[in-house]
């Protein structure tokens, strides 16, 4: 794949830069161009009065993941927690916690995962973008959520952390 700079649009060359390694680097700007990827969040929702996780399944896809969603360009990642699941559930983050990143290359994003605490999971109105959801106990869960995915891997090791193996 032909890299081209986002400035003047010449093609780029690799150039080592000192103390890194080879750096995509546009000859008519004189700048190196650091690698560019999407920044995503996706949340662990759990109900603090019945200890409950909230699956989803979307874009017609049998098969539940975390609730997630894209950072907009000027959002701080905590904003987007809140957008998201509001925009997506209707309901309010009571409390946060940020768990880990992965980078999930075939979308080219940086996946920041949180668990995020509701106060009554009673409270959800789903949009459009969610065609179904459930509430699962901690073993439920992870016996549902999508196998082999991001999701399940966030998910895995929230509750690893927390002695729910």
């Given amino acids: 794949m032909e890299k081209y700079c986002v400035e003047c649009g010449t ?5 080592e830069l000192e103390n890194e390694e080879m750096i995509p680097y546009c000859e008519n700007c004189k700048q ?23 699956l ?13 969603g894209y950072v907009t360009k000027g959002e701080c990642v905590e904003d987007t927690v809140r957008r998201e ?5 209707g309901m309010e983050v009571h409390s946060m916690v940020f768990n880990q990143t992965q980078y999930f ?26 065609d179904s959801y459930s509430w699962f106990s901690k073993e439920e ?3 549902q959520i999508k196998k082999n995915s991001l999701a399940s891997y966030f998910l895995h090791a929230y509750l690893n952390k927390k002695g729910i193996e």
């Fill in 105 to 130: 290359a075939p979308s080219n994003t940086l996946m920041c995962n949180f668990t995020v605490f509701v106060k009554d999971g009673s409270t959800i109105h789903v949009n459009h973008e969610i």
């Fill in 11 to 15: 093609k780029l060359i690799e150039k």
């Fill in 85 to 89: 699941l509001k925009e997506e559930t």
């Fill in 32 to 54: 190196y161009r650091f690698p560019m990827f999407n920044v995503a969040v996706s949340l662990i929702v759990i109900d603090e009065r019945k200890d409950k996780i909230l």
């Fill in 56 to 68: 989803i399944k979307q874009y017609g896809r049998d098969h539940y993941i975390l609730v997630a």
């Fill in 141 to 143: 869960a992870k016996e």
